[in-house]
């Protein structure tokens, strides 16, 4: 089987972004947030997600203060990469021929699971430059950079060949673009029977409309988290069909519970997760679907 050109055969474009958007460069640009970097250097797998999965509360038994920092991190990190890994785990049976797209790829951690997983190549797209600039490096050292590649690009407008991918995802990036667009592009960069998988928080409608603490969530990362039902419906108009729908919800209080308790990576959001996840206001879902 003969692979197709990697995507970034040519310089790449200025990706075309609304003034919305270019905030979100900018944040995303000026981004140092320890949270992100400190857990990232245990195994220079930069995620910019959350956690899931069962905590090991000894990490907080730990008496030497700097030995339970790090403890935490790194206990951190592995619910972080649990994560991870359960998206790509339902990416696949893909092969190392096959061509998988990471849709807000923030720093890369993402792409490069899932070549690991697979053996396939991946494109990273994200609108920050000096994350694109980042990922790539991080790529070039672990000797991946001919598989794994990431572009500063407008995920809702690549450029890239459709029909080129076997599978695409977003991981908790959704919340900072329109879903009709979002999923159009999927549809179209995906080919048919390609699986599309998205991990998100999403507030809850039969709550009602979104919360206080939706509302505080979104001004603390300049986003705007929809609700559950538009990203079915959104699928429903482009082709993609839910296969596997889960619930993470009780799966991530653990991640935030720790979190709240690591004094030196908290950013001031953590019980505002706890309270939305606990009053049932907010979701954390894991949502797959086929492109028919």
Not at 30 to 40: K, Q, R, S
Not at 190 to 204: A, K, P
Not at 253 to 275: K, M, N, S
Request: aromatic share 10%.
């Amino acid at each position: 089987m003969t692979i197709a050109p990697h995507a970034d055969t040519k310089a790449a474009p200025v990706p075309t972004q609304s003034t919305y958007q270019n905030r979100v460069a900018d944040y995303w640009n000026a981004e140092e947030n320890p949270v992100n970097l400190e857990l990232g250097k245990i195994d220079d797998l930069y995620h910019h997600h959350y956690g899931v999965g069962d905590v090991d509360w000894t990490v907080l038994d730990e008496p030497d203060p700097d030995l339970r920092r790090g403890r935490i991190t790194t206990e951190l990190h592995r619910l972080e990469h649990a994560q991870a890994e359960l998206l790509a785990g339902h990416l696949g049976p893909l092969s190392p021929a096959d061509r998988v797209f990471d849709a807000g790829c923030g720093r890369g951690g993402g792409s490069v699971v899932a070549h690991l997983r697979y053996g396939c190549h991946a494109d990273g797209v994200t609108i920050s430059a000096k994350q694109a600039a980042f990922a790539n490096e991080q790529a070039r050292k672990r000797g991946i950079d001919a598989q794994v590649r990431y572009h500063h690009r407008n995920m809702l407008d690549t450029g890239f060949a459709t029909g080129a991918y076997a599978a695409s995802w977003n991981n908790e990036s959704t919340m900072y673009v329109e879903l009709e667009l979002l999923f159009a592009e999927h549809s179209r960069l995906l080919r048919r029977g390609g699986r599309y998988v998205v991990v998100t928080g999403c507030y809850n409608d039969t709550y009602g409309r979104a919360s206080r603490e939706v509302s505080q969530i979104n001004a603390h990362y300049i986003c705007d988290i929809h609700p559950r039902s538009e990203y079915f419906r959104a699928m429903a108009r482009h082709r993609l069909v839910p296969v596997h729908v889960q619930d993470l919800t009780a799966d991530a209080i653990p991640y935030w519970e720790l979190r709240r308790q690591a004094d030196h990576l908290v950013t001031g959001i953590e019980d505002t997760f706890l309270t939305a996840y606990k009053n049932g206001s907010f979701q954390y879902l894991l949502i797959a679907a086929d492109r028919v």
